[in-house]
């Protein structure tokens, strides 16, 4: 069983930064692509941001230039630094992960639990 446990969320106003983390544990022999996706009441989940293995990372349009998404393998970690924050980044935040439990089992999809971000004055 593998678990996604985000943290970092919360209140921020317009043009502040948070950072937001998201730890993967339990049987894991390999992560692909990790990432981030976001929810606004009455809108699909969006990804925001990804990164492979291979640190090749991909932004939505609308975060491209303030939200860096990074990495750290020995820790089975990913951030979301965001920065410059927006209204319209308010959303639940959900990290997602590519994991393959054994050498010898493919890669399955694991979700978060989510982690609320608003951005407000």
């Known amino acids: 069983q593998v678990q996604l446990v985000e943290s970092g969320g919360g209140l921020v106003q317009p043009g502040g930064s948070l950072k937001l983390s998201c730890s993967a544990s339990?049987?894991?022999?390999?992560?692909?692509?990790t990432g981030w996706y976001r929810q606004a009441p009455g809108n699909q989940r969006e990804l925001v941001a990804a990164?492979?293995?291979?640190?090749?990372?991909n932004y939505a349009e609308s975060v491209n230039g303030r939200f860096t998404i990074s990495r750290d393998n020995a820790k089975n970690t990913v951030y979301l630094q965001m920065n410059s924050l927006k209204h319209e980044d308010t959303a639940v935040y959900y990290c997602?992960?590519?994991?393959?439990?054994?050498?010898?089992?493919?890669?399955?999809?694991?979700w978060g639990q989510g982690t609320q971000v608003t951005v407000s004055s």
């Open positions: 990164v492979t293995s291979g640190v090749n990372t």
């Open positions: 339990g049987s894991i022999f390999s992560i692909y692509a």
């Open positions: 997602n992960a590519d994991v393959q439990i054994t050498r010898a089992t493919r890669y399955n999809d694991y």
